[in-house]
């Protein structure tokens, strides 16, 4: 008998209403996927974070109800069917799926079926960290010290950096220097963590996109591509699925970013003469570059060599020779740390985040 892998309080994590927000279901996302039912807790359809991120894209906010996003008439299996765990890969292999709702003769949900449980996915991907700029927007903290190094709660920017993506299974991490390099080396070296990190090293500065030059031997699989001075608690993993499943060349973190003009905004005619419309403090919305990226090998190729190129150099080189650029929509927490009033934020964030992370028994992450 088919019962679903998760166990079922895990289950009831994944449940929510057809009238949850996307805020509201992204604290279910724990298991990739939102079980939506119905007022009789029948199923009423699935959304993936490959969906709420493609809603994102187009146009849906934090308020946006699961309803108009999500996958109705899931395909499914009941619960008194005799499957074995090699009949199940095969069935979500061919159907191209990685969720599968175990359902009783009721319709309501009793398991779930995850494709992680059952076939594990190439090695996950390795990882580039950007971590030779000389941070001058943070004089004079960075002075002495390599932006990366800078202290965030019980640890620096970088070493955060690399718990996400270690936690994500990317074990696989390169980290290019520069500006102060030597104490970047020396951090790693004193924590016994030189071994598992390799270093791109910069004779001149690169800019964000040049020291990939540097990586010898040529990568045969897709990685990842970051600054190493931002804050994030990005699924990487689901970034990874969302650039396979694309089909992307390159793909880009993009984040939304939204500015109020604090005066009433006038359009004119056509002939710039008389006003025809005024609107009182509008708020305008933006996509904007995240700072990390996944490339395929070919991009790579695309990289001059020693010498300073930046990475929107290399989109916009992708774009022009016709490869795939996709934007994936960072939903979970992101914060760039430019300057001094960032600085700050981000310290007061992360620890509070920290801190409401070790007192959360349930593992539910929390999202802003």
Same mark, same amino acid.
């Given at each position: 008998? %088919?019962?679903? &892998? ?18 509201? %279901? ?6 990739? %996927? ?12 699935? !959304? ?8 994102? *894209?187009?146009?849906?906010?934090? @308020? ?26 095969? $069935? ?7 969720? *599968?709702?175990?359902? /009783? ?59 996400? #993506? ?5 074990? /696989? ?30 004779? =001149?500065? #690169? ?15 897709? $990685?990842? !591509? ?17 650039? &396979? ?17 604090? $005066? ?56 022009? @020779?016709?490869? =795939? ?8 927490? +992101? ?14 964030? +992360?620890?509070?985040? =920290? ?5 959360? &028994? ?7």
């Amino acid at each position: 008998m %088919v019962t679903g &892998k998760i166990s079922r309080e895990k289950l009831r994590e994944a449940l929510a209403p057809a009238s949850a927000t996307i805020e509201q %279901v992204l604290k279910a996302m724990d298991n990739e %996927v939102a079980i939506i039912v119905d007022n009789l807790g029948c199923l009423a359809g699935l !959304v993936t974070d490959g969906d709420l991120r493609r809603a994102f *894209l187009n146009g849906a906010t934090m @308020q946006t109800t699961v309803a108009e996003i999500m996958t109705r008439n899931p395909i499914t299996i009941r619960e008194d069917n005799e499957f074995s765990s090699a009949e199940i890969l095969a $069935f979500m292999l061919e159907r191209q799926i990685r969720h *599968l709702p175990v359902i /009783n003769e009721e319709k309501i949900p009793v398991g779930l079926e995850l494709l992680r449980d059952q076939y594990s996915d190439d090695d996950l991907t390795g990882a580039v960290l950007m971590a030779g700029g000389k941070g001058t927007r943070l004089h004079p903290l960075t002075i002495d010290t390599p932006k990366p190094l800078l202290p965030i709660g019980d640890s620096t920017i970088i070493d955060n950096v690399i718990d996400g #993506l270690k936690a994500c299974g990317v074990n /696989n991490i390169a980290v290019s220097v520069n500006y102060l390099g030597e104490k970047i080396k020396e951090h790693f070296r004193c924590k016994d963590d030189e071994d598992s990190i390799r270093f791109l090293e910069e004779k =001149k500065e #690169l800019g964000t996109a040049g020291a990939l030059s540097l990586i010898n031997p040529r990568p045969t699989h897709a $990685f990842i !591509v970051m600054n190493a001075d931002l804050l994030t608690e990005v699924d990487y993993k689901a970034f990874v699925r969302f650039h &396979k499943d694309s089909g992307n060349a390159l793909s880009v973190c993009v984040r939304k970013i939204e500015e109020t003009v604090p $005066f009433g905004v006038v359009s004119l005619d056509e002939n710039n003469r008389n006003i025809t419309e005024i609107t009182e403090k509008p708020v305008n919305s933006y996509l904007v570059n995240a700072g990390i990226y996944m490339l395929e090998p070919a991009i790579v190729d695309l990289v001059p060599k020693n010498r300073f190129y930046d990475m929107v150099s290399l989109i916009r080189s992708a774009i022009r @020779q016709g490869y =795939k650029v996709g934007a994936f929509p960072i939903l979970e927490y +992101w914060r760039d740390i430019g300057q001094h009033q960032e600085m700050a934020k981000a310290a007061e964030e +992360w620890v509070l985040r =920290k801190k409401n992370e070790t007192e959360n &028994k349930t593992g539910v992450m929390n999202y802003v």
